[in-house]
């Protein structure tokens, strides 16, 4: 082959490198990319597992426990972990594996309903507010920064005293807690693209600009913003749990991992060390499964790192 | 070598500044006047700075104008709304210097090339199909790219997607910005050929944004020399290569290399760097790094003035308008030496 010859088919590779024009050289077969998924990692798979082994035991505690979570004197106060109760039982005698089972409910949904209002709202006005910027941004931007002045959990606190106890009460502190997060992501995302020369063509193609902004833009942001999310969740779930470990926001009694923990905790000075190591063991592992998710999400939403 | 009379982009007087630091103005585009006639190819040169990209840009409306008024199609498109630009877009299009960064990276070349057909053309999903199937194929992509992702494609192949996309809904004004600037010099000439061979069959109007003479004078009808936001020369392609009339679009000539043997170059060089834009005084924007400086150029800056029938240059020392005709060598020399300027000035 003479060196025009090569020339020509590496640049024939290039415009029509599938007509019979181009010879089908082994290097032009290498360099053409296929489309295929990575496998998920393992990060990946180890976060999922277990967030979707939680949902099926918040579901399954709706319709089975091994006893009754509400009710005291199941069995003796104290008991230890025994073949009858896996988990042992607490100073009422209630049987605990029933009580985190049913805990799940509350710690889990209470952590998605918030952060899925939190990431749909902050991000909707993240979005606004970096792509048109100007005044709506600089109003949106401070109305918001008025709620991060205080740390989360002391807000969180000081609203729930005020507004009085309740799941929905709960959620909406949550999710109020991060909305300024999503913003300031969301908007630092778009604000860095929207000058970039495909948002410019995406107008030039005929969108409008929200469409631009979230049909173009927001898509391209998905990546740090779940990740984000998942993290988050991780620190709702804390949150909550801490919450319920100061006794607000719920009924002291309710099957909530940290008011159990805070039930628990005269235990573990005197070795009845299951009242609250088991319901902690619980948040450890759903919050640890938020935050490998969120590790293994950037990585997947973003279509340069498939390989 | 024009293709129409009619006109299909025209500024006057356009104008663009930023307010900078301290309240003072960065001039980076001063009175342009273009015309860009159906079916032509009018390339706009000019160094990083002259403003040649802003001219490109205002004429889309990402920048909005300071003054003077663009009309596309003998329409003014000064006051259009937001909403209304698209009616501009449907006319003017846009091939972006970096191909990659004009392609969004979650959309396929199929979506991509779908969304102009139905946003400006409202097509019918399979008339929509149909039209993606002949576009790849007019840039010369095989049909089975509808489905990459841009990372999958080469830069080739992205600026042809790019080209495809410009073309989509049948506009008679592309835009080239430095179409070609980003592409190895292997696909360089390919990408060039397309959008020669497009023009021709789809008999599209080009304002060509360039740096590079020797890419401008394979494809430009037209040039218009830009300098520090002016133009500072005009005129048909060959006439402006071959009899090159202002002091800076013959040292800017003169500074590309010619591959050929036994020519003897005759170079002009300009003194220093290209001056301030910011609040620059009413003279012509050489004075102070031309070679053939009188004292007439810190006066008043001077209007372009006609060479010939067609071509016209903003030097009216060199176009004897002036008191002096081109001076001489020798008194050359003499002024380079005597100002100290770093570099000698040579004719």
Redesign the interface.
């Given at each position: 082959m003479s060196a025009p010859h090569i020339l020509e088919s590496v640049a024939g590779h290039d415009a029509t490198a599938d007509t019979p024009t181009a010879p089908p050289s082994p290097a032009v077969q290498v360099a053409v990319p296929t489309r295929r998924r990575a496998p998920l990692s393992w990060s990946m798979r180890i976060g999922l597992a277990v967030l979707v082994f939680y949902c099926a035991v918040a579901l399954l505690s709706l319709v089975w426990t091994p006893f009754d979570p509400l009710s005291p004197g199941v069995g003796e106060g104290y008991m230890p972990p025994s073949r009858e109760f896996l988990l042992g039982t607490d100073r009422l005698g209630s049987d605990i594996l029933s009580r985190i089972m049913a805990g799940a409910r509350y710690d889990l949904g209470i952590t998605l309903v918030a952060v899925t209002i939190a990431l749909v709202v902050g991000t909707i006005l993240g979005t606004i507010a970096g792509y048109y910027g100007g005044t709506v941004d600089i109003v949106i931007s401070r109305c918001v920064e008025v709620f991060q002045a205080f740390p989360g959990l002391l807000f969180a606190m000081l609203v729930v005293k005020a507004v009085g106890p309740g799941v929905l009460n709960i959620i909406l502190v949550m999710s109020f807690i991060g909305i300024p997060d999503y913003l300031r992501l969301s908007r630092a995302e778009i604000r860095s693209r929207r000058n970039w020369p495909y948002a410019e063509a995406a107008r030039m193609v005929g969108n409008r600009s929200w469409q631009v902004a979230f049909r173009h833009l927001l898509p391209n942001s998905a990546g740090p913003l779940l990740a984000f999310t998942s993290i988050n969740a991780a620190f709702v779930a804390l949150v909550t749990a801490s919450l319920g470990f100061l006794g607000l926001g719920l009924d002291p009694n309710t099957p909530e991992w940290g008011s159990m923990i805070a039930r628990g905790q005269d235990g573990v000075m005197t070795g009845e060390w299951w009242l609250s190591f088991f319901p902690g063991l619980a948040i450890l592992g759903m919050t640890g499964a938020f935050y490998l998710l969120g590790d293994a999400l950037s990585d997947l939403t973003d279509p340069r790192r498939r390989r | 070598m024009r293709a129409s009379d009619y006109v299909v982009l025209r500024t006057q007087a356009l104008r663009k500044t930023y307010r900078v630091a301290g309240g003072r103005n960065l001039v980076a585009v001063d009175g342009v006047d273009i015309a860009l006639h159906a079916g032509e190819t009018l390339a706009i040169v000019g160094e990083s700075g002259s403003g040649k990209s802003t001219v490109a840009r205002c004429v889309?409306r990402?920048v909005e104008p300071t003054g003077g008024d663009i009309e596309v199609n003998g329409r003014s498109i000064m006051q259009l709304g937001?909403?209304s630009?698209?009616s501009l877009?449907?006319e003017v299009?846009?091939v972006?210097?970096?191909p990659t960064?004009?392609?969004?990276?979650?959309m396929t070349v199929r979506q991509v090339l779908h969304?102009?057909l139905?946003?400006?053309l409202a097509m019918e999903r399979s008339q929509r199909e149909k039209r993606a199937l002949a576009l790849v194929d007019m840039v010369?992509?095989?049909a089975?790219h509808l489905?990459?992702?841009p990372?999958?494609l080469?830069g080739?192949?992205r600026q042809?997607v790019?080209i495809a996309?410009a073309i989509?809904?049948e506009p008679n004004v592309v835009i080239l910005d430095e179409p070609t600037s980003s592409l190895d010099v292997?696909?360089r000439g390919?990408i060039l050929d397309l959008l020669l061979r497009l023009q021709a069959e789809l008999k599209l109007a080009y304002l060509f944004i360039s740096h590079d003479l020797q890419v401008v004078r394979h494809v430009a009808d037209r040039v218009a020399v830009m300098y520090l936001g002016g133009i500072v020369e005009t005129g048909p392609a060959e006439a402006v290569f071959a009899r090159p009339t202002h002091p800076y679009t013959r040292a800017l000539l003169s500074a590309a290399p010619v591959a050929q043997w036994g020519v003897k170059r005759v170079r002009l060089r300009l003194i220093g760097e290209i001056s301030s834009p910011i609040d620059p005084p009413d003279a012509c924007r050489l004075v102070g790094r031309c070679p053939l400086e009188q004292p007439s150029c810190s006066r008043k800056r001077p209007p372009l003035l006609a060479v010939d029938a067609e071509h016209s240059a903003a030097c009216p020392v060199v176009l004897g308008h002036e008191r002096e005709a081109i001076p001489g060598a020798e008194a050359l020399s003499r002024r380079s030496g005597g100002e100290g300027g770093a570099t000698g000035a040579r004719l």
């Open positions: - | 889309l990402l937001s909403v630009l698209a877009y449907r299009q846009m972006f210097q970096d960064a004009s392609l969004n990276p979650r969304e102009p139905r946003l400006h010369g992509l095989p089975a489905d990459r992702y990372h999958e080469s080739g192949q042809r790019g996309r989509a809904a292997s696909v390919q």
